[in-house]
């Protein structure tokens, strides 16, 4: 009985064992094994990194309602995070798991570009601007060597906001000027309120706020024809100069600020004028407890010698990376159907107020016009749409097209020129040596 | 009169928790068994190490720029330029100074805490649940929190200390105290864990020891420095070891709170080696950076084995 219970016992433990050994290498199997491309032939995957809920929503319901029209490919989504798809995308060109469309914005185009994936999509490009009409800016960026290399679907631009009731409290005019800004903001200045909020955090904020006024200052282009970095100017040094004295009248912690702080900062009434894109809007009134006419708008405000009005402009497109005809021309259509004015006004709903139309007759796409924060803030609105009319982006003013300014915008070294100011003391003339010698750097690397 | 029972007393307890497991001989089929039961872990384990070192190595010794690109076979031209970079260094010093202040505060606050907890009262016994509360926060939500209660123009912190008259300017956004604050919210985050630790290492500690201190005329004092501290001193290199590792490494805490601003005041070796690959696209650099890392994390720890490991007695 003994030796019989010994033998079971053995053999159960063998059996235990193999098991074990069995388990242990089907589960080292499954780690290894390539994983399948299940995807269906007649399928577009799609890739955006518009991760808010609201966003995420009304992107669904567009490709659901796509698919519902019997499309000869149906679209599927997948949503990404803007942290994560720079080596997301590279692993995928590498293990040639792309996805066919993917949502881009100007530098990070150059980037897809570099890793060998993006098709020409000239054609759709040129179909739309016939049939609805292309803002400027929102396709030049895109155009390298005769050739489109994304759909633009939306533009982003800025403004100068402002609390119309505090300016009228301090009897302040909406500056026009950058000699009108700094006097402004020094008047609007006292007790809690500070004159203005700015970003001074190391982040794309600060970036997109200083060339706002870099632009304005004239100094937008800081590149060579042979795409060498001259950023080292005075136009530059104005600028900058402009940015730490107004920074002087910023909440004291601005050195931390990114887009957030600065909106809660104006919405609060903490701050009386803020330089941000057009999500101020939808927000305001609740977040304000004030009516909608307390929030007044201006263009970003000029320097008084040899300056000009412009902001940056952020043309928001979509690349297509399949190589296969039909799949291309699948997603082709589907970015045609977007920029359909039947459902581009519900397309642009999905942030009412930041996403700007890039069609000539977006803006009058009565969905998109009947959105409430569109007509309770026309005014702001059309400014806005006038305002992307003279939107730039660094990297690609005039006709420009560098392929390297994705080193430099990843880096956010004009946000980290602003802190040698702020934080590290240095001059206005001292951060701009740094930032060429920094961006010089970058390129060369 | 000296301690001498209460010194008996502590090696007693100290031979018994040294006294090693005494092994009989095994059947074969066992250690079979046994070797069977670990190799799954001990495989995947050794994969999900391995493979990612040798990866580190060998993008080290390319120049590859963006993750997963082709790039060529440069050797250690990549550490040469590493070690050029004042970043690098400056970088590393901040991290031996994270790691220190925050093992210094976190031990402090720990101790503190868990010696609080040991008392008897409804307080301590409360406190006991609530205690893990800031550990229980996810970090993201710790620096959120602490952003808007340090904010300037809402934060709560803030006004109450402008309430009494001392202004806390920018903590986050000024380079003199960007680190030291972010090192005082990760260790309010992170010693709630070491002071359960602790606290549950203090029960441990014989009751009847205590009492023959105390017959023998210790004072708390003289009892926590003989009998208390001595019996703690394996837990506390174990959390010393373990918890400076963890420390060193961290990440998000510095990043969701100042991305390592400003102008690069509180950026520390890891945060320079997530920008190096993921801002500035020179993957090899921050792989010969987490390499030497390790390396550094090595000696470190040796040295700590050598010269911290609680003393035999």
Redesign the interface.
Same mark, same amino acid.
């Given at each position: 009985m003994k030796t019989l219970n010994g033998e079971n016992h053995?053999r159960s433990?063998?059996i235990?064992?193999g098991v074990? =050994?069995l388990?242990?290498v089907l589960?080292?199997g499954a780690?290894s094994a390539p994983s399948s491309d299940s995807r269906p032939n007649k399928q577009i995957v799609l890739w955006h990194m518009e991760n808010t809920p609201s966003r995420v929503k009304v992107f669904q319901a567009l490709a659901d309602r796509y698919n519902a029209t019997n499309p000869t490919h149906t679209v599927k989504i997948q949503v990404q995070d803007w942290g994560q798809i720079?080596?997301k995308i590279?692993?995928a060109? #590498?293990s040639g798991k792309q996805p066919d469309i993917l949502f881009a914005i100007p530098d990070f185009t150059t980037?897809v570009r570099?890793?060998g994936l993006g098709q020409p999509v000239t054609d759709v490009v040129n179909r739309v601007q016939a049939t609805s009409g292309l803002v400027a800016a929102s396709t030049a960026p895109y155009t390298d060597a005769g050739e489109s290399w994304a759909v633009p679907l939306y533009g982003m631009v800025q403004m100068l906001w402002y609390r119309a009731d505090l300016l009228r409290a301090a009897g302040v005019q909406p500056p026009k000027t950058w000699s009108e800004l700094l006097a402004a903001t020094k008047k609007l200045t006292s007790g809690?309120t500070s004159g203005i909020a700015l970003p001074?955090? +190391?982040?794309l904020a600060t970036d997109q706020v200083l060339y706002s006024l870099m632009i304005t200052g004239g100094a937008a282009n800081f590149f060579t024809k042979d795409n060498k970095i001259a950023i080292d100017n005075s136009k530059t040094v104005a600028a900058f100069d402009l940015y730490a004295q107004l920074l002087a009248f910023s909440? +004291?912690?601005?050195?931390?600020?990114s887009w957030p702080?600065p909106q =809660?900062?104006f919405t609060?009434g903490? =701050?009386a004028m803020a330089i941000e894109k057009g999500q101020y809007l939808a927000p305001f009134e609740a977040e304000s407890g004030r009516p909608a006419s307390d929030l007044g708008c201006a263009p970003i405000p000029v320097a008084d010698n040899g300056g000009m009005p412009g902001s940056i402009y952020y043309s928001n497109g979509a690349m297509v990376l399949s190589k296969d005809k039909s799949t291309k021309d699948g997603a082709a259509k589907f970015l045609e159907w977007i920029l359909d004015p039947k459902q581009y006004g519900d397309f642009l709903n999905a942030e009412p107020g930041l996403f700007l139309p890039i069609t000539k007759n977006g803006g009058t796409e009565s969905n998109w016009r009947q959105n409430p924060t569109i007509s309770t803030y026309k005014t702001c609105v059309d400014a806005m749409l006038k305002q992307a009319d003279t939107g730039t982006l660094f990297g690609f003013v005039d006709g420009q097209y560098v392929k390297s300014i994705?080193?430099i915008s990843?880096?956010?070294f004009l946000a #980290?020129a602003v #802190? #040698?100011m702020?934080?590290?003391g240095q001059t206005p003339t001292q951060a701009v040596t740094w930032i060429q010698k920094q961006m010089q750097d970058?390129i060369s +690397? | 009169m000296t301690l001498s029972t209460t010194n008996r007393a502590v090696r007693t307890v100290g031979d018994r928790l040294r006294r090693p497991v005494v092994r009989s001989g095994m059947p074969a089929?066992?250690k079979?068994?046994g070797y069977?039961?670990v190799?799954?872990i001990v495989?995947?384990m050794a /994969?999900v190490i391995a493979f990612p070192l040798v990866s580190a190595v060998t993008t080290s010794l390319q120049n590859q720029h /963006?993750?997963?690109?082709p790039a060529d076979f440069v050797g250690v031209d990549t550490y040469a330029k590493l070690l050029q970079d004042d970043a690098f260094w400056a970088a590393l010093g901040r991290s031996g100074i994270w790691l220190l202040l925050n093992m210094i505060v976190q031990t402090l606050l720990a101790f503190a805490t868990a010696l609080l907890l040991q008392r008897n009262g409804w307080w301590s016994t409360s406190a006991r649940t609530w205690i893990m509360l800031p550990w229980a926060v996810p970090t993201v939500a710790v620096a959120v929190i602490w952003?808007w209660m340090?904010?300037?123009?809402?934060g709560v912190v803030y006004k109450i200390f402008a309430g009494v008259g001392i202004d806390l300017?920018?903590?986050?956004?000024? @380079?003199a105290f960007?680190l030291i604050t972010v090192i005082l919210v990760n260790s309010w985050h992170w010693f709630p864990l070491s002071a359960v630790v602790i606290y549950g290492a203090l029960a441990t500690v014989p009751n009847e020891v205590i009492e023959a201190a105390t017959m023998d005329g210790a004072n708390a004092w003289r009892s926590f420095w003989a009998i208390t501290f001595p019996l703690l001193q394996r837990v506390l290199f174990a959390l010393g070891l373990v918890g400076s590792l963890w420390s060193f490494n961290v990440l998000d805490s510095i990043y969701l709170?100042?991305? @390592? @601003?400003?102008?690069g005041?509180s950026t520390t070796m890891p945060v320079y080696i997530y920008?190096t690959a993921?801002?500035?696209?020179?993957s090899s650099e921050a792989a010969a950076a987490s390499v030497v890392t390790v390396i550094v994390l090595a000696i470190a720890g040796m040295l700590f084995f050598r010269f911290g490991r609680p003393k035999e007695y």
């Open positions: 053995m433990r063998a235990a064992a074990l =050994a388990a242990t589960a080292l780690c720079y080596t590279a692993a060109a #590498q980037y570099g890793l809690n001074a955090g +190391k982040n909440p +004291k912690d601005s050195g931390n600020y702080e =809660a900062a609060s903490a =701050a994705g080193q990843g880096q956010n #980290q #802190q #040698q702020y934080v590290n970058a +690397k | 089929s066992t079979l068994l069977a039961l190799a799954p495989i995947i /994969v /963006v993750i997963g690109s952003q340090l904010n300037s123009n809402y300017g920018a903590p986050f956004a000024n @380079g960007s709170t100042t991305k @390592g @601003g400003p102008a005041a920008d993921f801002s500035a696209f020179r």
